[in-house]
């Protein structure tokens, strides 16, 4: 937050803070309000000036419909790797060997209801689930036979297939199928959609569609800057899963294999090399056409039996091989906030450090998820002590993966260090809500057990001094503490985002608004990408969520790299490496709608390592101590 609040905070009764309650999520009235003490009127959102509470609602709902869409189309490309996966794990290997793949997939990923393996040679099919009834109670929705039905005649053609989402009794559904790359053999996946639902009342809070907890327990009104907007996530996806395969590639299955003659007269007509055969079919490559007009070309000249898109599953290459970027599955799909932040390029400075530690104080994390396997330490948890800080909500799980899901590993998402250790504080229970007392805590926790940053997603309109002073304890611990500023689109500053020893955090979207949920005010230090943010969800799943939970997390990745690259540094000369290696927005120089402008890591991580620290950042330091004499007379 900008020194100039200083001043203007401290106050309020312990009292009134105490019971204080600071959320981040859940809510169980599902009716939708007019959200939000908003500023009044407005018109340009580009310049960031904020839209009026109609507009704001609307926009919310835009971005909860983007957040599902973006959620589903992850799932779904995260259930064919697995898929892939299991094809894979057939070659040289039993029957047996299948099941025990499929049994353990099933264990850990709980949403894959069945699982059908087929071979294609000899018309066989078996239900490789341990439990074979679980299909047959499905089967009672003609959606799911139909789609049954497709699935199976899609493999028999060697194509892979996908159904629409449906319900069935109180649940969503799809099935997909994927054969095996020589059309042997293939796989058809039912899979419990319950995610959607998941993410769909997590966000409806997290934006703050739904009334907040006045009623509750914590008499008062209490916010979360946690709220998640989505903006445009460039899925891209259209019908046709074409954000899925190859632009200029396409596969053909002749009615008979083509002569040499053939080859020659379609290399010259499309100006590619010769089709590379894959099984029945052939994969061609063009130069100068896409999708489009090679399946125009084929069809008008060859009569082919089918022809479709090269999907990237059918191949072993990796999704993402541009130099620099990282082959994790969702990366180049979904993973827009890294390039916009430079993040990959800032990679090349710097990709963290095992000694840095970053205390994530939010709902806990899944400790078990894949992707963040090894990059988790042992935690704690505020709520009941005796239990792990498992995450019963996601929200913590999300912002976790944010900062360090394990990048370069070939599955789900890339997080935005390598090698910084998250420590999970689970200061929020499972409503998604803690008391200023749970929160204050965590914060004291982490700053007492080695965490050098420490990320609040999480915020209430109220000060509190019980919670400042926890603050102020951790700050003078040289610890940068970094907050979400809130959804509500309001200039109210929340806490702890606008205590000055916190760095405050508001989200942008893809193309470097201002989302319209996001909190601003003179408080704002940075913008950091929180729209349609895909990470780690609980479940060994994926969603992509909204909010400025979501850029803050952005920003404690950032400061734990600047601190990895340059260990001198202390937490004020990290905030101000950080507000002054920006990308600047809105007006120029700091302004309420953007603080000072976008984190740019790469930026941000050159002025870290330049020896003219210590000058560049006298002034500052007297300031500090200012603050600090200040502080002690207060
Ligand atoms: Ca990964
Ligand atoms: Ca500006």
Redesign the pocket.
């Known amino acids: 937050m900008a020194r100039s609040t200083w001043g203007k905070v401290a106050g309020i009764a312990a009292a009134a803070a105490i019971c204080a309650a600071l959320i981040t999520t859940l809510n169980s009235n599902p009716k939708e309000r007019p959200v939000a003490p908003a500023k009044p009127q407005a018109s340009g959102l580009s310049a960031g000036i904020p839209a009026g509470p109609q507009q704001e609602q609307k926009l919310k709902r835009m971005m909860l419909s983007q957040d599902l869409q973006a959620t589903e189309q992850l799932s779904r490309l995260d259930t064919k790797a697995h898929l892939k996966e299991l094809l894979n794990s057939r070659h040289n290997h039993s029957a047996q060997h299948i099941h025990d793949v499929a049994g353990k997939l099933r264990k850990t990923h709980d949403h894959f209801h069945s699982l059908i393996w087929m071979d294609l040679r000899h018309g066989k099919e078996s239900n490789i689930t341990e439990s074979n009834g679980k299909l047959s109670s499905l089967t009672s929705s003609k959606q799911a036979r139909e789609a049954l039905t497709a699935a199976k005649k899609a493999l028999k053609q060697g194509r892979s297939y996908e159904s629409t989402t449906f319900a069935a009794g109180d649940k969503n559904y799809y099935i997909m199928a994927v054969p095996d790359r020589d059309h042997t053999h293939g796989v058809i996946a039912v899979m419990d959609h319950k995610i959607l639902a998941k993410v769909r009342d997590h966000q409806r809070n997290n934006l703050r569609m739904i009334p907040y907890p006045k009623e509750g327990e914590y008499k008062v009104e209490s916010v979360l800057p946690n709220t998640m907007k989505n903006i445009t996530v460039k899925t891209g996806h259209d019908n046709a899963n074409a954000s899925h395969f190859y632009e200029n590639e396409i596969v053909v299955r002749f009615r008979s294999d083509p002569t040499e003659q053939h080859m020659k007269k379609i290399m010259t007509a499309l100006n590619c090399d010769k089709g590379r055969k894959l099984g029945n079919n052939y994969v061609f490559k063009s130069k100068h056409y896409n999708y489009k007009e090679l399946k125009h070309y084929f069809t008008v000249n060859w009569d082919p039996l089918y022809t479709e898109p090269h999907y990237l599953y059918m191949t072993n290459e990796t999704v993402t091989e541009r130099p620099g970027f990282p082959n994790d599955l969702l990366f180049s799909e979904y993973q827009w906030n890294l390039p916009a932040t430079e993040t990959n390029k800032g990679w090349n400075l710097s990709r963290g450090s095992e000694d840095v530690i970053v205390g994530v104080v939010d709902t806990g994390v899944d400790l078990d998820h894949p992707d963040l396997q090894g990059q988790l330490l042992e935690g704690y948890n505020v709520v009941d002590s005796a239990q792990k800080p498992y995450d019963d909500v996601g929200h913590g799980t999300h912002v976790a993966g944010i900062i360090s899901a394990l990048v370069n590993n070939n599955e789900g998402v890339a997080g935005m260090t390598w090698y910084n250790k998250v420590l999970p504080v689970k200061a929020l229970d499972q409503s998604g809500s803690g008391t200023t007392y749970s929160v204050a805590e965590g914060i004291i926790w982490a700053a007492d057990h080695g965490a050098k940053v420490i990320n609040m997603s999480l915020g209430n309109y109220v000060d509190s001094e019980f919670l400042h002073d926890a603050v102020k304890y951790a700050y003078d611990k040289d610890i940068v503490l970094i907050a979400a500023t809130g959804n509500d689109n309001t200039e109210r500053p929340g806490y702890p985002a606008a205590y000055p020893e916190v760095f405050a955090v508001s989200a942008t979207d893809e193309n470097q608004k201002r989302a319209s949920f996001s909190n601003y005010g003179d408080y704002v230090d940075v913008m950091a990408p929180g729209a349609s943010i895909a990470s780690t969800y609980p479940g060994n799943q994926y969603a992509a969520l909204s909010g400025t939970s979501m850029a803050s997390p952005h920003v404690a990745a950032l400061a734990a790299l600047i601190r990895s690259h340059n260990p001198k540094l202390k937490n004020h000369e990290v905030m101000d490496v950080m507000r002054q290696n920006v990308i600047?927005?809105?007006?120029?120089?700091?302004?309420k709608?953007?603080?000072?402008?976008q984190i740019d890591v790469y930026k941000a991580l050159v002025a870290a390592k330049s020896k003219s620290s210590a000058l560049q950042f006298w002034p500052q330091q007297l300031r500090d101590k200012l603050n600090a004499i200040l502080r002690r007379h207060y």
């Open positions: 600047d927005l809105g007006e120029p120089g700091h302004d709608y953007f603080g000072y402008g």
